[in-house]
């Protein structure tokens, strides 16, 4: 069965620098990868999803991610971080057919002004 | 506004209670699936339904059951509740089921609690 670890739990960083949040999966093909945001309160906003082709992936709010297959990784990046990107983020798998996503278990990002 | 409305957003019940969640899709959306988000097991995914029909089943009790009726909104009902239930559940919809999908949108969710 497919799994998704996102090895930090949370994360501190200052508005204005970079971000990067680890994601790494389990699957013995290459998946359907995403990235969600989900803000106290709300639902999930999905940031950006990798099926196939170009590695590196652009999203919504500034946000990339690169597939890395030998790593089994799919990290989510931003160049400079606002105080409105706080939230916690899940990466998540869909793998073996039927659209059931498996999520990690979330990065909260803090931003210091 | 996703365009996947949940209600209610909040529900306070009773142990031993039965509740009911509704979910309307994003129009053209055909698929519907059920999440349970809680502290101590996360994000779960509890039930498929694609056109009215099951379609993938995960780690839901045999409390719980659910439905997507003819205009495809969908029922998630919670039976004989128990405080460790409490949880907000999510409901998604996409277009398609298995090929062809593209992504889900996920509504604010239910936010459970049980006393």
């Known amino acids: 069965a497919q799994s998704v670890t996102q090895p930090d739990i949370h994360i501190t960083v200052s508005e204005g620098a970079s971000l990067e949040l680890r994601c790494n999966y389990s699957?013995?093909?290459?998946?359907?990868l995403f990235w969600y945001v989900q803000s106290p309160g709300q639902g999930l906003q999905l940031l950006l999803k990798y099926f196939s082709g170009d590695t590196l992936v652009q999203g919504i709010k500034g946000f990339e991610a690169e597939f890395k297959r030998s790593q089994s990784s799919f990290n989510l990046r931003k160049p400079s971080v606002h105080w409105s990107d706080a939230a916690e983020y899940f990466c998540a798998v869909e793998a073996g057919g039927g659209n059931k996503l498996t999520f990690g278990t979330g990065t909260q990002l803090k931003v210091e002004l | 506004d996703s365009g996947v409305t949940q209600t209610p957003k909040h529900l306070i019940t009773a142990t031993g209670q039965r509740v009911t969640l509704r979910c309307s899709p994003r129009s053209g959306d055909l698929s519907v699936y059920w999440y349970q988000q809680s502290l101590d097991q996360g994000l779960q995914f509890l039930i498929q339904?694609?056109?009215?029909?099951?379609?993938a089943k995960g780690n839901i009790l045999e409390r719980f059951s659910a439905q997507q009726f003819p205009d495809l909104h969908s029922e998630l009902n919670l039976s004989s509740l128990e405080l460790g239930d409490s949880a907000l559940y999510f409901c998604?919809?996409?277009?398609?089921?298995?090929?062809?999908?593209?992504?889900?949108?996920f509504g604010s969710g239910t936010r459970l609690t049980v006393v």
């Open positions: 699957y013995g093909a290459t998946p359907y």
């Open positions: 339904y694609y056109n009215g029909e099951e379609r």
């Open positions: 998604a919809s996409s277009k398609n089921s298995g090929t062809g999908y593209k992504g889900y949108t």
